[in-house]
């Protein structure tokens, strides 16, 4: 089944803990993204990634860093989480190179930051 | 600068009722993409539409139909004779790149649909 897949899907930490948010998709798609939602703003862009070892900043990086070292995996670390980093944390990914050009999310980590 | 605007935060009708979703985005670019994504309770988000900026078409799957007018830079979305399922967070999204991998979301709108 294609797929993304999160890991964890929820989390809670404590101020200054390192921690990591797997994202993998298997349909060897170029894209992957990483967004937070938080109420009433949406979805905001933290990063992106063109393909491996090519990443971007989004609209809201600050305090996080990615890596893409393959294709099919787009961690999201935090190397020091405030609790302004409590949100919910979507990972996408998208073929970039089709027509039909839409992202496929993942289910979503919710994220807590004490 | 991009930005998508869905002013109606929330919006309550009764089952059966149509009900439009406004979305009016705002973009320099001539070639840019448009999407609907549906957040039900379980969170999750699911693709609904996409559409350039070139084809100004209205589209009608099942009880969904989509609005087009590039003159008032709006892409609205209708929903008729609403159901409970319908119940969810609707967000417009907007890129102008064509390989979608950066998309800028309107801040949602609720639907609750009452029985």
């Known amino acids: 089944e294609a797929q993304v897949t999160q890991n964890p899907r929820y989390l809670i930490t404590v101020t200054g803990k390192k921690l990591t948010v797997t994202c993998s998709q298997n349909?060897?798609?170029?894209?992957m993204s990483w967004y937070r939602q938080d109420p009433g703003l949406g979805l905001r862009q933290i990063y992106y990634?063109?393909?491996?070892?090519?990443?971007d900043k989004g609209d809201v990086p600050e305090g996080y860093k990615v890596s893409r070292k393959e294709k099919r995996n787009f961690p999201l670390i935090l190397e020091s989480p405030s609790p302004n980093q409590t949100s919910l944390y979507f990972c996408?990914?998208?073929?970039?190179?089709?027509?039909?050009?839409?992202?496929?999310f993942g289910p979503g980590t919710r994220l807590t930051v004490l | 600068a991009q930005k998508v605007t869905q002013a109606q935060t929330e919006i309550s009708v009764v089952e059966k009722e149509d009900v439009t979703l406004d979305c009016v985005y705002e973009t320099r670019d001539t070639t840019y993409y448009l999407f609907w994504y549906k957040q039900p309770p379980s969170g999750e988000l699911v693709f609904l539409i996409r559409?350039?900026?070139?084809?100004?078409q209205n589209e009608i799957s099942g009880r969904y139909s989509w609005n087009f007018q590039k003159s008032t830079s709006s892409f609205n979305f209708t929903i008729t004779a609403s159901q409970v399922v319908d119940s969810a967070v609707y967000f417009c999204?907007?890129?102008?790149?064509?390989?979608?991998?950066?998309?800028?979301f309107g801040s949602g709108t609720r639907l609750s649909i009452r029985p």
């Open positions: 349909m060897n798609h170029e894209y």
């Open positions: 996408a990914s998208s073929p970039g190179t089709t027509s039909r050009n839409e992202q496929f």
């Open positions: 990634s063109m393909n491996v070892e090519v990443t």
């Open positions: 559409r350039n900026s070139f084809d100004e």
């Open positions: 999204a907007l890129s102008e790149d064509s390989s979608a991998s950066k998309i800028i």
